[in-house]
């Protein structure tokens, strides 16, 4: 390496990553690009080790993608991978990278044969495709610091993301491991990506990364050195129109997405990912129902309510109601494989510092013996000291359940508030809700076939009539408990 390559890299081995990079590459080389305030700031500045950068159309996602691995090209042991689902796709970003990388970084060559950025450092950045699930083989045995992937709902499953992580490594020390994503909702991926990224954490925040199946986070196996910590950070960090001034200003671009069917108006512009083709509750929107958890009142009324299962899953809500009638859902519980009894026992110990609940409501299929002469799987439970009401399964009760739903979900004309919300923490139920199908041969009703455990215990409790009211409220001893065992009228 000849002196004058020392003079030029010297200072930015000085460097942190961080967003202080680019604003000092600015500086010295006056690049016309800079990184919006706000979330394309957020991005290039993110410290987790997987970041998606994802929302509506026109938010600055792609020249964020491009400028974020250039504040490593000064270290010559950086390697790094941009990929598109497709070489058509790529080009797009090429040509782009192409128009910025020489202003950053002069000296910067581009091989085409390669398809691959060469620093004046000796640092690399590949830009390829991976368009098969088999194609991750023609990077076995290769190493990268950074991994891009441009448009990550592309990808049908995580196959591909999750094979990339295990090619991410460095041996230099002092370079951090990174995987970034960018993409709108929708695309084939929308579901995986939005349960690995979307639905364990509130937009903005990290969290640790968990098991886009079970929910759990990734924890180090007994036995090592790290035991029980958790593998590494992930964040979501949402992008909207507005945030790009470029485009947001101009007005053509905001007047073109407006024009699109309701559907892609809402993910395009509003960067909206719970929004499902075929959905049943398409009012339900995360910003308007879900909240930040608060302290309940003593003096609100508090009940739960619980579809069980098995073989399949048991989903248990808890519901408060405020003096304005607004129903709030503060704890939720999903598990599969547990024993009526367990259950009863692991519902106990949840809302133990809850006060008295005013009542439970359980399906009331659990009271049928089903042949058997012992205790129904309900008397099991109430035998637990987890008393039930069953449900009400009468004719019509599923309709009027869904509709009563819809109602909750709109805006109350005189508070202004939607009678229905969610604590943030309640995640299954937040994911489960807005995805609902609606039955393909009944539209009044839910696909019974897909995940309804935790809509069925909504139902079940919304259904209830529960009613805030100040005579179940005693200012000495506080809640008064007056939980029935059974009623055989299901509590109306």
């Not at 500086?27 to 305030?37: D, S």
């Not at 992008?239 to 108006?265: F, H, T, V």
Request: glycine share 8%; hydrophobic share 35%.
């Amino acid at each position: 390496m000849t002196a004058k390559r020392k003079q030029k890299q010297q200072p930015v081995k000085e460097l942190k990553s961080d967003i202080n990079f680019i604003k000092k590459v600015q500086e010295e080389h006056n690049v016309i690009f800079k990184p919006n305030e706000g979330p394309q700031t957020e991005f290039l500045a993110a410290s987790e080790r997987e970041v998606l950068y994802g929302g509506s159309a026109g938010g600055g996602k792609s020249y964020a993608m491009l400028s974020d691995p250039l504040r490593y090209m000064g270290n010559s042991s950086f390697t790094g991978l941009l990929l598109r689902h497709t070489t058509e796709e790529l080009r797009e970003l090429i040509t782009k990278s192409q128009e910025l990388y020489p202003k950053i970084w002069p000296g910067i060559k581009w091989s085409e044969r390669k398809m691959q950025w060469t620093a004046p450092s000796g640092a690399t950045l590949w830009m390829s495709y991976l368009d098969k699930d088999q194609d991750v083989t023609k990077y076995q045995g290769l190493a990268f610091s950074w991994i891009g992937f441009d448009e990550l709902t592309q990808w049908a499953t995580p196959f591909a993301w999750n094979y990339m992580r295990s090619r991410l490594r460095s041996s230099d020390p002092s370079l951090p491991l990174s995987m970034r994503a960018t993409t709108n909702p929708g695309g084939r991926g929308h579901g995986w990506v939005k349960k690995m990224f979307i639905d364990p954490s509130p937009a903005g925040k990290s969290f640790p990364a968990t098991d886009i199946e079970t929910g759990e986070p990734l924890k180090y196996p007994a036995g090592h050195v790290k035991a029980g910590k958790y593998l590494f950070r992930r964040k979501f960090i949402p992008a909207r129109l507005k945030d790009n001034p470029y485009l947001a200003n101009q007005g053509d671009y905001e007047a073109m997405l407006l024009s699109l069917p309701e559907q892609q108006r809402k993910q395009l512009l509003e960067g909206d990912w719970d929004i499902k083709e075929g959905a049943a509750f398409t009012e339900f929107n995360r910003n308007t129902h879900v909240i930040e958890p608060y302290t309940i009142p003593n003096n609100w009324v508090k009940f739960r309510a619980c579809d069980y299962g098995y073989g399949s899953y048991s989903g248990v809500l808890w519901f408060a109601v405020s003096p304005s009638e607004q129903l709030v859902v503060y704890r939720e519980l999903y598990v599969s494989k547990v024993l009526a009894t367990d259950l009863a026992e692991m519902i106990l110990d949840l809302e133990a510092g809850d006060g008295g609940l005013r009542y439970g409501v359980l399906d009331s299929s659990l009271w049928h013996k089903r042949g058997d002469t012992g205790p129904s799987l309900a008397e099991q439970m109430i035998m637990k000291g987890c008393k039930w009401r069953p449900s009400d399964r009468s004719k019509g009760s599923r309709v009027s359940g869904k509709n009563e739903i819809h109602r909750r979900l709109q805006t109350d004309e005189f508070t202004d508030e939607p009678r229905l919300v969610f604590f943030n923490s309640c995640i299954e139920t937040i994911s489960q809700l807005p995805a609902i199908p609606l039955d393909k041969k009944n539209p009044e009703d839910v696909d019974t076939n897909s995940e309804d455990h935790l809509y069925d215990a909504l139902r079940y409790g919304i259904m209830s009539r529960p009613r805030f009211s100040i005579w179940d409220y005693d200012p000495q001893s506080g809640p008064i408990n007056k939980m029935p065992v059974a009623d055989a009228t299901f509590g109306y």
